[in-house]
């Protein structure tokens, strides 16, 4: 019996161990290559080349971006995925034809995911607009740029629309997560941020519980600012969405004082992932916006 015992923990400590190991080598990641996405492009039917680029910001990140750029004279479409997530969340979009005829399109890793300093998570929703304008200066110099975000990356781009005015040509936002108080605080986030317990999750995981973590006071340290929005702004979210509740559309119908125009569309089902399950509500929405 003794021995049964002490095999079973043996084997548990092992377990344990390469589960550790696995998490902190790379595993669930959750991104995509560069040299994977050429190929994922074109199996979806896109005849452009992707390109890279790795920006210096402001903040002292290296941020990561993908873009399909037809001419520089189109429109710019700059999107933010969730948490976690990277680039790879708006493979579809860069791979749309119909889409990139009309605009060139920027899927940003946001810092923390993807290839912009993985792992390492940025709590400042300031200082990631900041790093969204260093890819904006880059790409596109002296032009304003449309804004998708999805989840977190929502809150993102307001605040970007916020401290950038006259660089944001609209929003267009996805099941954001804007509302302060809609969010919510389980004792479980203050455990898994610190080690031991922060040692269990993938690099990806971890980033995404600690900007979760602080999101409540960033939401409120910025709502002051929302009065600076005036670009039109576009609302997609779903009724049923239980991670990010409907709640934050009459969050933002209520602070969006400024904005040329507000058009929600609130969809009855759709839950959380409605920027890949109703892919054509959004990309109408983005559409909308591009032709003014």
């Not at 999805?150 to 809150?155: C, K, V, Y």
């Not at 929600?264 to 892919?279: A, E, K």
């Amino acid at each position: 019996m003794r021995r049964i015992l002490r095999f079973t923990c043996y084997s548990l400590l092992v377990l344990l161990l390469t589960w550790i190991i696995a998490m902190q080598s790379g595993c669930m990641d959750m991104r995509t290559p560069n040299s994977a996405w050429a190929e994922q492009l074109r199996a979806k039917g896109q005849v452009l080349v992707p390109q890279f680029l790795d920006v210096a910001s402001s903040t002292g990140r290296s941020i990561h971006a993908v873009a399909v750029i037809t001419v520089d004279s189109l429109p710019w479409v700059f999107m933010l995925h969730g948490s976690p997530g990277s680039a790879d969340a708006y493979l579809d979009y860069l791979a749309d034809t119909s889409l990139s005829h009309q605009a060139n399109l920027v899927a940003i890793d946001r810092a923390g995911f993807g290839y912009s300093d993985y792992g390492k998570a940025e709590t400042s929703l300031q200082r990631q607009a900041a790093d969204v304008k260093a890819v904006a200066d880059r790409l596109a110099p002296g032009r304003k740029i449309l804004l998708v975000g999805h989840s977190l990356g929502s809150p993102v781009i307001f605040r970007f629309a916020m401290d950038y005015p006259d660089q944001t040509a609209g929003i267009v936002n996805v099941a954001g997560s804007v509302d302060a108080g809609l969010e919510p605080h389980p004792w479980w986030q203050s455990v898994l941020d610190v080690p031991p317990m922060s040692w269990l999750l993938p690099g990806s995981f971890w980033a995404s519980n600690h900007e979760i973590r602080y999101l409540a006071p960033e939401l409120k340290w910025m709502e002051p600012l929302w009065a600076n929005i005036r670009c039109p702004v576009e609302i997609v979210h779903a009724q049923d969405d239980s991670l990010v509740p409907a709640g934050n559309v009459d969050f933002c119908k209520k602070m969006l004082v400024g904005a040329a125009n507000v058009k929600v569309n609130l969809l009855p089902t759709g839950d959380h992932f409605i920027l890949w399950s109703r892919r054509d509500v959004v990309i109408e929405s983005i559409v909308e916006l591009l032709k003014g």
